[in-house]
């Protein structure tokens, strides 16, 4: 695992998950294959590996460059901007 300049720029209180799972994926009657937190604003995606990955596309759309697992038992977090686990 790597550092990145992103880090240090994240709320220092986690924010509180806007939801329990993917709303992007239930709007289109998918099911998301994992979950992902994103650090900033605490919205909710699926994974790369789910059909439509929608915590990519959040960061593609608002910049918001950090996320976390948000799956039991994963604690890692990964920086879209370096392509590094942070």
Request: proline share 9%; aromatic share 6%; net charge negative.
């Amino acid at each position: 695992m790597s550092d990145c300049t992103h880090v240090p720029e994240l709320p220092r209180a986690e924010p509180a998950p806007l939801s329990v799972t993917c709303r992007e994926c239930l709007a289109v009657g998918s099911h998301p294959v994992q979950l992902r937190l994103c650090l900033v604003c605490g919205h909710v995606g699926c994974c790369d590996s789910s059909p439509y990955r929608h915590a990519t596309a959040h960061y593609e759309q608002t910049g918001h460059p950090v996320m976390r697992s948000f799956e039991p038992g994963d604690d890692w977090r990964w920086c879209f901007v370096d392509q590094v686990l942070v």
